[in-house]
């Protein structure tokens, strides 16, 4: 039985539920035809500005601009994972989902630890419906090696990346993983879906099953996201996470403005002269980049992306991440802050090659799902079901046409929710969807 080859692992600390699961890296050999782009160094701030004038510009196809031609990339780049598995064996022919997160997040977009996990989706896959999960850090982000942010970090490669995770899963030589799947699912969400698209296309047996969570084919939005973001350099956005600057030099500069009741004091007083309180003030770091400038500021918060080449961009501030991803009144205020201080960056390429893959992948002949919230700005301009056309149910399901041999489809559209759906209050339901249309499809562990 798989479950009792598997090395030991344990359950993830914090967590109630019963799931099994390890951490640990996978040497991965990328190989991929990704574009050569003619794009100067970003020297500061104003240069990533520029840069997202230029991409989201009326004038044309900024991508085709930019343009020099293809090269091909390779190299072996370690891969951070976290395979999850019920704490019981349920069958012989397991299933495992491969969890993609988009940009903004890493792996625990998945497993989110914040509320004691009570957003997680590997829990409701993995304790509910029994299936395995194995969720990965994007080539470039969270614990997975970095690379080039304009010349390697582009959908041909981080999906090269994806292809060679699945072969190992679906030839039993992951390691730490010693089964051979004959059922491999693909879930992204954002990016991440696009990436699992690309897959489909380019690889269509890989993949027995697609799930593309915040996703269309609609980017015609795409502009308006990237100019509410105002992009900046990740290492000035947030230096302690991503810069070169180190906590005991920003913990020596906050022990010289003191901690003690009357240095408070003294604040509230100073702060009461120019008709400021300390909630305005507090708002001032929630909501604006001064909060970002902290973010990383305790030693359990230091980062594994230090020193980031400038390449590397992200949001400004809380603001731009609400706008982008949360619905108001339908997400816990506290995860906002809690996603702006543990974001995590984009880089030029992924953002000169979001939307470079074919429109149709007409060789997979899986079942495919789409799950888009309703109010899902970026690939929906707020309100999926406005389609415009009366015989088109929502705007995710004019993808139907993308698969003309899928073995089924189905376009879900979450209520009440915009376009980080896990980050939602009513995540759970979109997630049990998801494992029933996998389960209707004979794609639950069996």
């Not at 380019?202 to 795409?222: E, K, R, W």
């Not at 003690?260 to 003030?281: D, F, H, K, P, V």
């Not at 918060?301 to 009144?329: I, M, R, V």
């Amino acid at each position: 039985m798989y479950f009792a080859l598997l090395v030991a692992s344990v359950s993830l600390a914090g967590s109630v539920a019963a799931k099994q699961c390890q951490n640990f890296s996978v040497p991965v050999s990328v190989s991929a035809r990704n574009g050569v782009f003619n794009i100067p160094n970003l020297q500061g701030n104003a240069d990533a500005t520029t840069f997202a004038q230029n991409v989201t510009s009326i004038r044309g196809n900024f991508t085709k601009e930019a343009l020099l031609g293809y090269a091909t990339i390779s190299g072996t780049y370690d891969i951070s994972v976290k395979f999850c598995k019920p704490d019981t064996e349920n069958g012989t022919n397991p299933t495992v989902q491969v969890l993609t997160h988009g940009l903004g997040f890493d792996k625990t977009y998945w497993d989110l630890p914040f509320n004691n996990f009570n957003y997680s989706y590997i829990d409701v896959a993995v304790d509910q419906y029994g299936f395995c999960t194995l969720s990965i850090d994007r080539l470039g982000e969270g614990n997975s090696s970095k690379a080039n942010p304009l010349s390697v970090l582009q959908a041909p490669a981080e999906m090269s990346a994806l292809y060679e995770l699945t072969s190992m899963l679906r030839h039993g030589t992951l390691p730490n993983v010693p089964h051979a799947f004959s059922k491999i699912v693909h879930v992204g969400h954002s990016f991440g879906s696009a990436l699992s698209y690309l897959l489909a296309v380019m690889h269509p047996t890989a993949s027995d099953g697609l799930i593309l969570t915040g996703f269309s084919q609609n980017g015609s939005f795409l502009p308006t996201t990237v100019a509410s973001w105002d992009s900046k350099l990740a290492r000035l956005n947030q230096p302690l996470r991503f810069g070169n600057i180190s906590y005991a030099a920003v913990s020596g500069a906050l022990s010289m403005l003191g901690a003690s009741s009357s240095n408070i004091s003294q604040i509230s007083s100073s702060l009461a002269e120019y008709n400021i309180t300390l909630g305005e003030l507090q708002q001032v770091f929630q909501t604006t980049d001064l909060g970002d400038l902290l973010a990383g500021a305790q030693p359990t918060d230091l980062p594994h992306q230090a020193d980031l080449p400038s390449g590397y961009l992200t949001w400004t501030d809380a603001g731009s991440n609400q706008y982008a991803f949360l619905l108001p009144e339908h997400f816990d205020p506290s995860i906002l802050q809690f996603a702006e201080s543990s974001k995590f960056p984009y880089t030029l390429g992924e953002l000169l090659t979001i939307g470079s893959g074919p429109l149709m992948a007409p060789e997979f002949k899986g079942p495919v799902q789409i799950v888009t919230g309703r109010q899902d700005v970026i690939y929906c301009g707020g309100d999926c079901l406005a389609t415009g056309d009366p015989a088109l149910a929502s705007i995710p399901a004019k993808s139907r046409m993308a698969f003309p041999a899928a073995k089924a489809f189905e376009a879900y559209i979450q209520p009440e929710t915009a376009h980080a759906i896990n980050l939602h209050y009513n995540s759970t339901a979109a997630y049990n969807a998801i494992q029933r249309f996998l389960t209707s499809q004979g794609l639950a562990p069996s």
